[in-house]
T-cell receptor, first 116, second 114 residues
């Protein structure tokens, strides 16, 4: 079945540096991907919709200059956390729709970011 | 705007007992509803989904959920709990009618005791 991968699975970085997280659809094309954030023992919060070939759409309250999203191809979306701070430490999860209109999402395994 | 409310952040059952995890939704359009399970340090796994077909939806691992429009509910049940069912369970609704991004409930932690 279709699979969504994320890289890296975990990363530790120093405060002030930038971190890039990749989300790939492995055997299908995804014109749209979604990025979620999950704090420990909490739910997933939608951060943004990544659109291939166009600008991402950010949810209210999400800083687009801090969380840069690029969807350069039909199988790859990247999330860059710029000038990371400890409060950015979280579990970042991406997903891609199984097909247009189906509603079902394929979720990546997540990336755990720790900012020290 | 679409939303889901999961009643009970923590549910504890004995092995072999009925599992009931509650979810109520709010949607301005016919909803797509989902239940996902997350085991510790793992990604989300789809248990089942409702997409306006049969109101009683059967999923994996013996779970099922019933869509009740009159009650705006989509509760998850399993007749007999197993130790391996201990995990975090999330109810979710599609953000819009096209069924794309998901809006998640806060989650319910299921504990199963022997």
């Amino acid at each position: 079945g279709a699979v969504v991968s994320q890289h890296p699975s975990w990363v530790i970085c120093k405060s002030g540096t930038s971190v890039k997280i990749e989300c790939r659809s492995l055997d299908f094309q995804a014109t749209t991907m979604f990025w979620y954030r999950q704090f420990p023992k909490q739910s997933l919060m939608l951060m943004a919709t990544s659109n291939e070939g166009s600008k991402a759409t950010y949810e209210q309250g999400v800083e687009k200059d801090k969380f840069l999203i690029n969807h350069a191809s039909l199988t790859l979306s990247t999330l860059t956390v710029t000038s990371a701070h400890p409060e950015d430490s979280s579990f970042y999860i991406c997903s891609a729709p199984k097909s247009a209109g189906a509603g079902e999402q394929y979720f990546g395994p997540g990336t755990r970011l720790t900012v020290t | 705007a679409q939303s889901v409310t999961q009643l009970g952040s923590h549910v504890s059952v004995s092995e072999g007992a009925l599992v009931l995890l509650r979810c109520n939704y709010s949607s301005s359009v016919p909803p797509y509803l989902f239940w996902y399970v997350q085991y510790p340090n793992q990604g989300l796994q789809l248990l089942l989904k409702y997409t306006s077909a049969a109101t009683l939806v059967k999923g994996i691992n013996g779970f099922e959920a019933e869509f009740k429009k009159s009650e705006t509910s989509f509760h998850l049940t399993k007749p007999s709990a197993h130790m391996s069912d201990a995990a975090e369970y999330f109810c979710a609704v599609s953000k819009d009618q096209a069924g794309t991004a998901l809006i998640f409930g806060k989650g319910t932690t299921l504990s199963v005791s022997s």
